[in-house]
């Protein structure tokens, strides 16, 4: 019974087929919804988006930990993003061999040339942690990573705890049930919005979501949409192509989109290399971050969230140049760090590279690339850096240690494939949100949780890439 869910249970397949069908619906019912693959932008066939049949448990102690860790990862992300020589220091050599970081840096040096215009900083961001549990060791808490652009699954997380407790409910579970934790993390996302927008200080401006082409997931979007809305705030859904054909700034800097002044910029799109499909996108980015709309994130908050920036502040001493008089913050922040390690040229990097060669199975080797699925595993870490190891190139990717959590037994609800007891790892982040008006913090806060869980048989791959799947923490 390590999950509160008797075993008897998870192996009784008849009840598990009824509960399936059961769930499936209040997965409709509650709108955990996503597009289907083969129709991402049309709303006339749509499904339950996948999730568990069970909440997944998850030690009490480590659910706290991060949710305490979580405002000074804001602060963090905060400091970072508006130190420049600590940015280029850190992602010099990204930047020399990574044409995507090196073009979001030139964005953030133009935007310094300029001058900020804006003092108000809108922050909302994702910090996702595995538990690790390696031989005859303590578990411990260690971050994956901080998502501070597009960190999605807000919106459907807010509506799982219903979905799992109906389950349980369904299942005569009522007492395993009572213990699933209210999660809104929807309603936090949109307080900080908000309160971005009613700085800025103008009741006609508008939130503009800035999203892809492809909108599978646009349902998690609305319902951060639709707490805007509530509180009379209007909201467009605007792609990179629209603004580059109606938008322009006026001689305030003001943005305007279709006419309508913008008064926050809402990335959910921009932080993959085919996100821009031309020198026009490219364009329309660079005139929003000149913009003086509230851009979540601003160019040098999404510069702190690249992998680079994690590895650089694994090192020592650089988590005290952010929190210098603060050593309980910083022990608080680094308690929750992998081993993270440099590709650099130089001695550092070549030992870096030894270790990754002699144990790989200790190890995830990361380009600078976000969204799932770039990761490099196993023996491909020994064919990859058998490639870049004496060139410049390997300063691309950095090394991590590879966390290893204790799997659980769980079914995955995913559509089109059979129902089957999996052995499962769990992922579990936090939202962060806040909001900087010049020197003041108005709202710093965590907003709510996402546990998400995926087959062992997966090393990497998130909800979106169709690999992990929505689910609940169950604290013991
Ligand atoms: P992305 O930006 O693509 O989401 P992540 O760093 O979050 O990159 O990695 C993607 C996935 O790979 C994670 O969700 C996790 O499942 C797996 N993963 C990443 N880092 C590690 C690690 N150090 N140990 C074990 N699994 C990892
Ligand atoms: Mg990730």
Request: a neutral charge.
């Amino acid at each position: 019974m390590a999950h509160g869910i008797p075993s008897e249970l998870l192996m009784n397949t008849t009840l598990i087929n009824d509960l399936a069908a059961v769930a499936k619906d209040a997965a409709l019912l509650q709108g955990v919804l996503m597009r289907i693959k083969d129709s991402p932008n049309s709303s006339e066939v749509v499904s339950y988006a996948p999730f568990t049949l069970f909440p997944s448990p998850v030690p009490k102690a480590f659910f706290l930990q991060a949710m305490a860790v979580q405002p000074h990862y804001n602060t963090l992300v905060d400091k970072i993003s508006q130190d420049p020589d600590f940015l280029q220091e850190s992602l010099a050599s990204t930047i020399a061999v990574d044409d995507f970081t090196a073009r979001l840096f030139k964005i953030h040096q133009l935007v310094l040339k300029d001058g900020r215009l804006q003092s108000i900083v809108l922050g909302l961001n994702r910090s996702d942690y595995m538990l690790d549990q390696k031989e005859d060791g303590p578990m411990s808490l260690k971050q994956i990573e901080i998502n501070t652009i597009a960190a999605s699954f807000g919106g459907l997380s807010s509506r799982m705890p219903d979905v799992h407790r109906h389950i349980l409910q369904v299942a005569g579970q009522v007492e395993v049930s009572q213990r699933i934790l209210d999660n809104n993390p929807a309603f936090g996302l949109a307080k900080a919005v908000a309160k971005a927008w009613e700085l800025y200080g103008s009741k006609r401006a508008v939130v503009m979501f800035l999203v892809e082409e492809n909108q599978r997931n646009v349902l998690d979007q609305r319902f951060i949409e639709n707490e805007l809305w509530k509180r009379n705030i209007v909201t467009i859904r605007k792609r990179f192509e629209d603004v580059s054909e109606s938008g322009k700034l006026d001689q305030d800097k003001r943005l305007f989109v279709d006419c309508q002044e913008v008064a926050v910029v809402y990335f959910r799109n921009g932080y993959m290399p085919h996100n821009y499909k031309s020198e026009k996108d490219w364009d329309a980015r660079l005139m929003m971050e000149c913009s003086l709309a509230v851009k979540c994130p601003d160019i040098g908050t999404h510069l702190a969230g690249t992998k680079k920036v994690q590895q650089v502040l694994a090192k020592p001493g650089v988590l005290e140049r952010f929190f210098p008089d603060q050593p309980q913050v910083v022990e608080q922040v680094r308690a929750t760090f992998a081993g993270l390690y440099t590709l650099d040229m130089g001695a550092e990097g070549d030992k870096t590279i030894a270790m990754a060669l002699a144990t790989p199975d200790r190890f995830v080797l990361k380009p600078q690339r976000e969204g799932g699925g770039n990761n490099i595993y196993g023996k491909e870490i020994c064919e990859v850096l058998d490639k870049v190891r004496n060139g410049a190139d390997r300063m691309a990717y950095i090394l991590m240690d590879r966390i290893q959590p204790v799997p659980t037994q769980n079914y995955l609800l995913r559509r089109g494939l059979p129902l089957k007891i999996s052995n499962c790892l769990s992922e579990l982040g936090f939202f962060g949100a806040y909001v900087r008006q010049g020197e003041d913090m108005v709202m710093n806060d965590c907003v709510g949780h996402l546990l998400r869980t995926k087959s062992s048989e997966h090393f990497d791959g998130g909800v979106a890439a169709g690999v992990a799947v929505l689910d609940n923490p169950l604290l013991f």
